[in-house]
């Protein structure tokens, strides 16, 4: 449907209204100027029949009816050449004329006129002329004598006169209409657009308004109306603006809480999509904010499970909470709460999900319990066993000295990898303690001299394998280090490598610069490590095999605190091995 502007409403209505005024105006009119016409010929035909009528009834008196016609040819032309007359008898016959022969002329019974003039005294009728062939206006008379009438005195003349004077009379009528017409019409849309210019300004502005510019205020001073008008948008342009300032004031609140929230939230509306997701939740689930809004969750987010907890909190009246986890991003795990969102009538328009990563404190509980379980399991057996050689001692075993020194040495031996476990933990809570509590002291100093401590210490065991420990560092080689730490840490690389080495083997120890790192090796030639154990050999009480780990006299926590070593150094320590061709462990230290 085409629309049009105001001046076009206002302007055709009010042109249509001043023709209609016109046109019966001019009707009007020129039926009053017919009539007026009309009228003022009856009464000069009425006069012209009223004068004559003496003069007829005369000649009626003598019975001549060639006197009464010659009668009414003089009368006729006495007259201005329009007027006709005519006597008739009261049976209809014609007497005489003043324009044609009344022989000629037929019975004038059936004449309007003359029945009006026989039945109520006064006939009168405008109609075609048979004889003449002429719209003429005729008026009847009756000569009374002795009481009853004997004739009757019809005058007439054309109507052609009153045709040609209305005509003219139409035509200056019309001319005078198309003027007054024009004048009006422009009149019309000078009203129309005085009326319609305020309100197409008012629509630019309303435009404006809408486009945000609500600084900007409409004129007012014109009619009543149209001023109250441009003080009603005026007033809405000013609560409009105070209220988006209130939004966008809130809106920015909201959103920089959201933002620094490390929880992520998603809001989501009735039907599972997407309405907003604050940056937390984005980087928790990896996925674009602009492109996720207006989508469905299960096209955005690939989690069964929070897919279902979305829907559970859309259907349920009261606060959820549930789990989540993600195998595919490296195990993560989320703890999750929902609540409903509803209108001012209570209708449920959508939901917020808040996202809590608990995979740091997941994966600490799972080392927690895999820490007691193995703790408890490294402790349980020396302590099994001390617990049955003492039993068996104080069963009576003691008459016999070599089987009472065996059970003997077993408990010293079990109560010597007590110890070394109970060391290897203290050392380990030692660096944590240290880490997070006292600052740790490190200095700038040469490696080699530390080095060659460490590997002083680890020389017992690997003499008694007779393993060769050789160390390639150059004097100058220098690191911000704890002196005490590394050399721990190193005393633990090269006595796990003494310990898989096998008999007559070699060990290397090599130190070189890695991009800005100082990296030391320690090499072996031993049994290797699979490469499915590669990822948690530096677990706690993690070993390859627990058996050969505990003959050797392990306790798999010695590679737990070369990484905690490292750590504390800013550093980090990797493995790469072959099984049968021996392992690497580099120790990475940050350069002095």
């Known amino acids: 449907m085409s629309r049009r502007r105001l001046i076009w409403q206002f302007y055709p209505f009010f042109l249509a209204v001043i023709l209609a005024a016109l046109v019966v105006a001019t009707a009007y009119f020129s039926y009053t100027l017919r009539e007026f016409f009309l009228d003022q010929i009856e009464y000069e035909l009425r006069l012209a029949a009223e004068m004559s009528m003496p003069q007829i009834a005369a000649a009626l008196s003598g019975g001549d009816p060639a006197e009464i016609d010659a009668l009414c040819k003089k009368l006729g032309a006495a007259g201005d050449g329009q007027l006709r007359l005519t006597v008739i008898t009261v049976g209809g016959k014609v007497l005489g004329d003043s324009d044609e022969n009344p022989a000629q002329m037929k019975d004038h019974s059936d004449r309007a006129e003359f029945i009006q003039a026989l039945r109520i005294g006064y006939g009168q009728s405008v109609r075609l002329s048979p004889t003449l062939g002429k719209d003429m206006m005729y008026v009847a008379m009756p000569i009374v004598q002795g009481g009853q009438p004997t004739a009757i005195v019809r005058t007439a003349i054309p109507t052609t006169e009153i045709s040609e004077t209305m005509h003219g009379v139409y035509v200056n009528v019309v001319w005078a209409g198309v003027a007054v017409a024009l004048g009006a019409a422009f009149l019309s849309y000078l009203i129309s657009r005085r009326i319609g210019q305020p309100v197409t300004q008012m629509k630019g502005i309303a435009q404006l308004f809408a486009e945000g510019q609500l600084n900007i205020r409409v004129p007012t001073g014109g009619a009543a109306e149209l001023d109250d008008l441009a003080k009603a948008l005026n007033a809405m342009a000013t609560q409009l603006q105070d209220r988006i300032r209130t939004i966008t004031e809130q809106r920015n609140e909201l959103k920089a809480v959201l933002s620094s929230l490390a929880e992520g939230v998603l809001a989501v509306d009735a039907a599972g999509h997407i309405v907003s997701v604050n940056v937390a939740a984005a980087r928790l689930l990896s996925i674009d904010p602009a492109s996720a809004a207006g989508r469905n969750v299960e096209e955005v987010i690939r989690n069964v499970g929070l897919q279902q907890f979305v829907h559970r909190t859309l259907s349920s009246d009261q606060p959820t909470e549930g789990n989540a986890s993600f195998p595919d991003e490296?195990?993560?795990?989320?703890?999750?709460?929902?609540?409903?969102?509803?209108?001012?009538?209570?209708?449920?328009?959508?939901?917020?999900?808040?996202?809590?990563?608990?995979?740091?404190?997941?994966?600490?509980?799972?080392?927690?319990?895999?820490?007691?379980?193995?703790?408890?399991?490294?402790?349980?057996?020396?302590?099994?066993?001390?617990?049955?050689?003492?039993?068996?001692?104080?069963?009576?075993?003691?008459?016999?000295?070599?089987?009472?020194?065996?059970?003997?040495?077993?408990?010293?031996?079990?109560?010597?990898?007590?110890?070394?476990?109970?060391?290897?933990?203290?050392?380990?809570?030692?660096?944590?303690?240290?880490?997070?509590?006292?600052?740790?002291?490190?200095?700038?100093?040469?490696?080699?001299?530390?080095?060659?401590?460490?590997?002083?210490?680890?020389?017992?065991?690997?003499?008694?394998?007779?393993?060769?420990?050789?160390?390639?560092?150059?004097?100058?080689?220098?690191?911000?280090?704890?002196?005490?730490?590394?050399?721990?840490?190193?005393?633990?690389?090269?006595?796990?490598?003494?310990?898989?080495?096998?008999?007559?083997?070699?060990?290397?120890?090599?130190?070189?610069?890695?991009?800005?790192?100082?990296?030391?090796?320690?090499?072996?030639?031993?049994?290797?490590?699979?490469?499915?154990?590669?990822?948690?050999?530096?677990?706690?009480?993690?070993?390859?095999?627990?058996?050969?780990?505990?003959?050797?006299?392990?306790?798999?926590?010695?590679?737990?605190?070369?990484?905690?070593?490292?750590?504390?150094?800013?550093?980090?320590?990797?493995?790469?091995?072959?099984?049968?061709?021996?392992?690497?462990?580099?120790?990475?230290?940050?350069?002095?």
């Open 330 to 592: 490296g195990g993560r795990f989320f703890h999750l709460h929902g609540a409903g969102l509803a209108d001012p009538q209570g209708r449920r328009v959508g939901a917020v999900i808040v996202l809590s990563d608990m995979t740091r404190i997941h994966r600490l509980e799972n080392l927690r319990r895999d820490f007691v379980a193995n703790v408890s399991h490294e402790l349980k057996t020396p302590v099994t066993s001390i617990q049955g050689f003492v039993e068996a001692l104080r069963e009576g075993n003691l008459g016999d000295p070599e089987q009472t020194q065996r059970y003997l040495g077993i408990i010293a031996k079990h109560a010597e990898r007590l110890n070394s476990i109970i060391d290897d933990l203290l050392s380990l809570s030692r660096l944590e303690e240290g880490t997070e509590r006292r600052a740790i002291l490190f200095e700038t100093m040469k490696l080699r001299p530390v080095l060659e401590a460490a590997v002083d210490l680890a020389s017992v065991r690997a003499e008694q394998k007779q393993v060769k420990v050789a160390l390639s560092c150059d004097d100058d080689l220098e690191a911000k280090i704890n002196a005490p730490l590394l050399e721990q840490a190193v005393i633990n690389l090269v006595d796990n490598a003494v310990k898989y080495s096998d008999e007559g083997s070699r060990v290397d120890i090599e130190v070189r610069w890695q991009d800005t790192f100082v990296a030391i090796d320690v090499r072996d030639s031993g049994c290797g490590i699979p490469q499915e154990h590669l990822t948690r050999i530096f677990e706690r009480f993690y070993v390859v095999d627990k058996s050969r780990s505990r003959k050797l006299g392990g306790t798999g926590l010695g590679l737990a605190i070369v990484k905690h070593i490292a750590s504390v150094h800013g550093g980090h320590v990797t493995v790469s091995s072959t099984p049968g061709q021996g392992s690497r462990f580099t120790l990475r230290l940050p350069g002095g």
